[in-house]
């Protein structure tokens, strides 16, 4: 226990002994600097450590909304989960951008417009696996009929089926990549303006549909809007086979291709779009193998993207308990990381960013895309030198719980101690998730007054965190109060 002033500067604290000197007859001066504070001013502190239990939750159903998206299918070596990311993307097209009029364009014995070629290209950010292993995977073109639409949520256990357009004239192309394009010579591939990329040849056909529609109907090319709902509602991207790469995208871009004749003089033309921020694009994840990681009480596990979470219970009343009048100065909880067992050059990442937040609002924290606000959620980096996370004053959060039961269960200064033991009691087993928080790797943005995104964690991570049934983690609370 530590005692300190709170109120009196230095100089009148003198003044108060110095006149204590001239009018007391009393030699003794042991408790001078006690009795010249007010008694209500003196603050006990204390602390004390909580167990808090944790286990690892399923999750496969986050929203889906992102900048980036990914392909492939990779299984963990750690722990011999598999994921496969599939993705669907719309297409944003420059409004500004017009195609020359249409007596200039190369035409057919019909008068339709002629497309040379249509080239769809990945652009490949990152990779994680062997370049040279090959993934066989397919495009499918949209239905513009049912389009994915703004201000819609769209999650990780995304359905695509619902908007794959099955006219027979609709896209569908399979192709296969590997990260390493060896059809593309060394010289090429060595410069440092080179983007790894895959390009997947459509039907030609396709892309005079498209111009044709551009002088049939200008109204639809007047924003993205109505592009994506009359036009090109854009495609879906699935794995179908192969195993140990999966690619992270830094854009997909359709580049249709076309000849012009102006003053006598031949000109190749092209109409481009891409999926960019502006449209919507949305990944979909599926994890095979993860219910035996549920069921281990020896630990817990943070699997990324979507699959496995750690959900932590924390001890609310036990905190609380012959502790109600008092104030939280801070709450510190650390999460060490268990190594892998394995050692493989294939062994995923560890997650690199924790966000903390209650679990009855982890939807709506990704859905409504907010940002953390100190005093319910956190977030933390990992500590590679001590491997392990820490969240160094969760204070706030636990007296937020704190007041959500109390609120929610109508308890006030005038009930006696059945009548909160029963309203408590009733509430609890209302909201039997008002203690947890939850564990979610994520991707951060940030800007000169701190985060300006946040993400749920789209990259491959697997982490393994002390913890589980058997296993509590320790909490350490320090308490204040003022005398009375």
Known sequence: MSLFKSKFTIPFFLTIIILGGLTSC?????????????????????????????????????AANTSKCYLGKVTDPETGTTTTCNYAAQFFRNEEYKLPQKQFMKCDENGDVVCDSVILTIYIESYYGDSLNPIKFAVYELDSLNVMEENTNYY????????????????????????????????????????????????????KKLLNKYYEHPEYFKNTYTYTHHVFPGFYFKCLSGNGSMIGIDASVMTCYFNYT?????????????????????NSISNNGIDALLAEDTCTFLKTPSGIFTEVTLPIDEIFKDHEKDSIN?????????????????????????????????????????LTDGTKEFITAFNTSYNSYTYENIGTLISWMKRQMENGAGINSSDDETTITRKHDNWVAAHPDWN??????????????GY???????????????????TPIQISVVYSHFNK
């Not at 042991?30 to 239990?53: E, R, V, W």
């Not at 560890?350 to 709506?364: D, G, Y």
């Not at 947890?436 to 007054?449: A, D, H, R, Y």
């Open 330 to 370: 801070s709450a510190k909880i650390v999460f060490q990381k268990i190594n892998n067992s394995q050692l493989s050059k294939y062994s995923l990442n560890t997650a690199s960013q924790l966000l903390m937040l209650p679990k009855i609002e982890l939807n709506e924290f990704f859905e409504t895309q907010s």
């Open 452 to 470: 300006s995104k946040i993400y749920n964690e789209f990259e491959l991570t697997s982490t393994k965190l002390v913890g589980g049934s058997n």
């Open 262 to 282: 102006i003053n006598d003089s031949t000109y190749l033309g092209l109409e481009r779009v891409a999926a960019t921020e502006e449209v919507l694009q949305n």
């Open 156 to 207: 990780t256990n995304f359905n695509p089926e619902p908007y794959i357009s099955h006219k027979s004239d609709a896209v569908y192309k399979e192709a296969t990549y590997a990260v390493a394009n060896y059809e593309e010579s060394d010289s090429i591939r060595g410069l440092s303006s080179y983007t790894s990329h895959i390009n997947i040849k459509l039907p030609a056909s396709f892309g």
């Open 26 to 62: 009393d030699d003794n001066t042991n408790d001078i600097g006690l009795t010249a504070m007010p008694h209500a001013d003196i603050t006990n502190t204390s602390q004390m450590t909580f167990s808090a239990y944790s286990k690892s939750i399923k999750v496969d159903s986050l």
């Open 436 to 449: 947890k928080i939850v564990l979610v790797p994520v991707s951060t943005e940030t800007s000169s007054t």
